[in-house]
């Protein structure tokens, strides 16, 4: 099923109006799933409620992937290269290898791509370099 796009022109305007599936909103870098989406979805998921809290993990990947399909922009935000999905950095336009976007974002920029979508990775801790070396006495020879 093909989705419908609509670039939001007017934020008082209601979304039980629109006949569009979800809103993409380039100036605040959002998107959202109108009334219609969310019907579309409840009954591609044969779900009763998208909203309640049993179906939180599917609401999640559904908002990732209008995400994925309505902001992200391959040879601006990323590249694919050698079947692989690479981040653009933004200020510096130099690709970032070994880097993923958080939150499920990368897979669904992978599924987008029809690339090998890999399993996510997780950030358990992070430390700077200077609070790294005062873990430990100096070394004087």
Do not use: C
């Amino acid at each position: 099923m093909k989705a419908k796009v609509f670039t939001k022109t007017d934020d008082k305007q209601s979304n039980d109006d629109i006949s569009e599936d979800y809103i993409v909103d380039e100036k605040a870098n959002t998107t959202s799933l109108t009334s219609n989406g969310v019907r579309k979805g409840e009954q591609f998921f044969g779900i009763d409620n998208l909203s309640d809290p049993e179906n939180m993990t599917i609401s999640h990947h559904i908002n990732q992937a209008i995400r994925a399909h309505g902001l992200m922009r391959r040879d601006k935000d990323y590249v694919v290269k050698d079947g692989e999905v690479i981040i653009v950095d933004e200020f510096t336009g130099r690709m970032m290898y070994g880097r993923r976007y958080s939150e499920g974002l990368h897979q669904a920029i992978e599924a987008k791509e029809n690339v090998k979508v890999e399993r996510e990775s997780k950030t358990l801790a992070t430390i700077t370099f200077q609070n790294y070396f005062r873990m430990y006495k100096n070394w004087q020879a």
